[in-house]
């Protein structure tokens, strides 16, 4: 069983590459393997159907004997959504930050495996050595306190990888990145740096999280009435300036949505949100307050169809309606595919006559990614020998290799990485030597990777035309129809209006039977497809559609 | 048949209030009825299967004994797409330009109805009296030349209804928005005005088309190698000056995709485009130039799965391959929705190795749609006593009709109607007096208007998890089950992987069937009942899915 692993560094992508979200990198060296971050992305449109996507980490599996540990940058779920699926098949200690830690104790509580998982908190100041390698953090800013980038100390030499950053100057909790032990290890020279590549195509610095806090100030001293606040949950930072704003204009905060309500809790309990005793309460005391004493904080910013704004302004809430007089903030920009839901939602509120505040240029949201100026600090202060962008699509990643190479890394150094790709350093000498397992699992409900290929084509198949399910009872002896044909159709046409139409279509399935029959065609699977072929072409001609069609022969 | 109507004005928008798109507008006055545009629109993500959207004309239908003509502001789809659909159910001359009404021939031939069609030229200085309308036209800049506005004369006063437009200062093909008839109009005096929203959200003048041009033609210059442009096949303006920097700098033309070939083509026949005689190559020629000689001209700016620069980005375009120095202008902005398919485009194109400019401060791209300040000076030019924003989701005709306070309109002489308001004016008085049929009809294949809710809810279901047919032979005299239960399933697990599930779904249905007979449920209708519950309910525990669950049930 024990295999001798080469003593070489590599380090493999295993999600976030090419793509925003998932986020996970393996290092290998020798016996050892270490992980940075697991996490999950949403489904793009064309995966009907699917909740989440995690990384395909059949590499890890594959490895598990030299697994040593997860490091976990924040507590995002591109970064720790995957961990529940990851630990549920490797038995393998995590370690992050308290705020991070206490963001996956929920997680992999509601999936029913916190007892079995082995959490390790560390700080700024850990040192974690697991065989080969020795892992230390360097705080960052990002849009989550408690967020982190690792240096890991190999064989090879340092390798950099800063997690979501940003460097924000005037930070929402006064922390600020740890300027010092980045440029210490950019002096002490770095082997290689993976660096976030979320906003490599804007120019510029994106604006501190403060100046929202401004923004937010002045609607809450001004709104004639309720004020109601969508954000992400997970925006501890925002949720500290609403709740400052409300306390110093004399307003209450209630909270609603499920994850808004677990995030302000985790956050408050460890210390990272200060409230002041009375300032929350519940929903069911808001009416005790007159409208302008109260300011709701919910989740909903991008628009999703249950979450608790999008309800309110669909007045399909059980506790919280919208009236005229409220101000409603969406504080976020739309994350691409979001765009019409959010309109929609904008759309509603204000026909039931709310003042939303939701325009870019409205100062209520700014980005927790580093813009061009940022990333380029970065690279000056790591000065990486090799440099491998992440955590973006392919247009954001080329162009942080373009603001590597303007800081001065030479463009042989720099690594344009696909998801999979061995990026192997031995001896000094970089290389990509091969490409492992690596991709996506689909999960739907309890289902983890039952949800292939043929199955998103067939819902998607089903999605545009519907389907049609021709039934025939056929004689085992004589091979004779006994009853049929039967066809039902689901989302093809409004059946009461088109009976014509399928009363031609069982004739034509009819007909084809009865030449089949006559031609000689005993076996079923012959007569399924002479069936299917004749009815889908029927129905083309007729409709220009193509529906699914399933023929079913019963043997009797 | 023929009844009297009752000599007040009434204003009826059938499309384009709360939306973008498929805009029409019925104006009736006594024994007449006119409208202005029949568009269509691109369906919503929850119209699965859905190709396009057009007004519910049964207002329309209903009068048809009074309806004289359809007048049509410009060509683009979502005021000419529904014209068609309208013909074919209508006979009613169509009035518009000539551009406009070479758009329009085309779209009539393709579906078999140019001949059985009326269509009326009209020019700037053209006057139409139809029954009580009296009605006549300006011209507007927008993003196809041939734009105009019209000015409805009726016995109330004069209405309008602007059309889409924006102001350019310096048109690309000199031809001025007719300033002189709109102010005079305003001189006169204007009864109400109807005017486009889009852009009302955004401050300040959009900027020139001709701005367009200068950062195309210093593309043409500096390229290494071809230059493919792709923006709608609509904007013969920006098609015009891809082939005038073409010119400048020494570089043939090929153009691809259907529709930028027969807009190109309309446009050149009616003397709307200025092209030299050799600077149009067939995409044959292409290879008998150097890379740095040749443009190419194409449709698929919104990353639309069929369009040409999709396939060519995806390598499965038959005739155009994408090549590493390439550079690929994507002239355009994404319209909300096509987020996404547009950044997997430019990722492919960038993937290939090729230049993609895209950037929205790239200055490929300006609106059509004219911004504030525009809007702000047509309010000041026509002086309605009555103002109706059109053309626009809920909050921009909102924000339009903040705008038209602030030119000083009367707030209470604001009307934000919905589709299918009856917006009367009857000596000099405006109210709502009622509210018409209107809505949508959602066009797939060749059925109009024949898949509706239930159809599109069952596609949704369908999409999301599924489907499962149970089917089950029954004896007519003993009612005993001759055969089945056999579950077939489609869109729900990978069935291989599942086979157990599908093994044990097979037992729960069994096991109920048997109970429900024993339990003497006899009427088949119960029976399929009973299985449906019960697999539905089995298949949520094990799965949190819930697909279709069909039983059939045949009779031997």
Known sequence: MSKNYSNKLSIVPLGGIGEIGKNMTAYAYGNDMIVVDAG?????????????VIPDISYLTDNKQRLRGIFITHGHED????????????????YATRLTLGLIEGKLREHGILDQSKLIPITNESEVTLGHFKVSCFRVNHSIPDSVGFAIDTPEGVVVQTGDFKFDQTPVDGIHADYAKMTALGERGVLALLSDSTNAERPGFTPSERSVGATIERVFQTAPGRVILATFASNIHRVQQVIRAAERNGRKVAIVGRSMVNNVSVAKDLGYLEVEPDTLIELEELSRFETHEVALLTTGSQGEPMSALTRMARATHRKVEIYSGDTVIIASSPIPGNEKSISRTIDLLQRIGADVIYQPGSGVHVSGHGSQEELKLMLNFIRPKYFVPVHGEFRMLRKHAELATATGVNQDHIFMLELGDVFEIQDGTPRVSGKVTAG???I?????GDVGNIVLRDRKLLSQDGILVVVLTMSKQTGQLLSGPDIISRGFVYVRESEELLDEANRVVAATLQRLMTDRVSDWSGLKMGVRDALTRFLYEQTRRRPMVLPIIMEV
Chains 1, 2 share one sequence.
């Open 40 to 52: 999950l992305k949403f489904p793009d449109e064309e995966m009907l159907g699917i909740d989440i």
């Open 79 to 94: 970064h720790i959504g995957g961990l529940p699926y990851v630990l549920k098949s490797l038995q393998v200690p995590v």
């Open 444 to 448: 739907d409900g309890l289902g983890v």
């Open 440 to 442: 996506a699992i689909l």
